[in-house]
């Protein structure tokens, strides 16, 4: 069974640019999430995907980060424009969990982030 | 808000002993409790536990849930060098829209 993929695997900005990253979950995962991984510190969820539609987005930055999964397949995050402090792991994960379960979250290889 | 706390933060050890990291948390609407490993980026699954009292095992590795003083330990036996990683415990909450709060992590380092 094919992993989680992500790409780009490393990506160095300056500060203002603009950035995507990409997210193709395992195949027939319902639910796909979005983590910001600052060095020194655990996962925070930015936002979470019920097949295409949002069902958190509670702790992402929207004056500058979107996201959208429109197909409820691959999903991007996109940070424009980007500040020194969004340096971080992007890591993407996907579960099989529906509404109302609890389910495992298989991660991907995530994005490290450099802003200049 | 939702808090997992994690101890301690870093741990240095030899080859061989065994160690017990723990995770404390405090949760609305708690689902289950999930200890990953994070090698270089990409955590991958350990454990989760959903019921008190009940131990989980692989390997050299354990886990118990304590749902009544809200901590979670992850035991492991015998460590060798491949064991030295970060440690992240996770704690699923809410209902219907499962999210996961992440504490902080042990950074764990085997010495020869």
């Known amino acids: 069974e094919a992993g989680v993929a992500q790409s780009p695997r490393y990506k160095i900005i300056e500060k203002r640019q603009s950035v995507a990253f990409w997210c193709n979950p395992i195949?027939?995962?319902?639910?796909l999430y979005w983590y910001q991984q600052i060095l020194g510190q655990g996962p925070k969820l930015l936002i979470q995907?019920?097949?295409?539609?949002?069902?958190?987005d509670s702790q992402l930055p929207k004056d500058r980060f979107s996201a959208e999964r429109l197909k409820g397949v691959d999903s991007t995050l996109k940070i424009q424009p980007a500040k020194l402090e969004d340096s971080a792991v992007y890591l993407c994960a996907s579960s099989l969990s529906r509404s109302g379960s609890i389910g495992e979250q298989f991660f991907g290889p995530g994005t490290r982030l450099t802003v200049l | 808000e939702d808090k997992v706390v994690q101890s301690p933060l870093s741990l240095v050890v030899h080859e061989g002993d065994t160690v017990t990291l723990n995770c404390s948390y405090e949760?609305?609407?708690?689902?289950?409790l999930l200890w990953y490993k994070q090698e270089k980026k990409a955590p991958t699954f350990l454990f989760m536990l959903?019921?008190?009292?009940i131990e989980k095992k692989s390997g050299r590795l354990s886990s118990i849930l304590d749902k009544k003083e809200l901590f979670s330990i992850l035991n492991i036996t015998a460590t060798q060098t491949g064991d030295s990683a970060i440690y992240l415990c996770?704690?699923?909450?809410?209902?219907?829209?499962?999210?996961?709060?992440f504490g902080t992590g042990t950074r764990l380092t085997i010495i020869p």
């Open positions: 949760v609305t609407n708690f689902r289950s």
């Open positions: 195949s027939g995962h319902a639910t």
């Open positions: 959903t019921s008190s009292g």
């Open positions: 995907f019920q097949n295409n539609g949002v069902v958190d």
């Open positions: 996770a704690v699923g909450s809410n209902f219907g829209n499962e999210k996961l709060t």
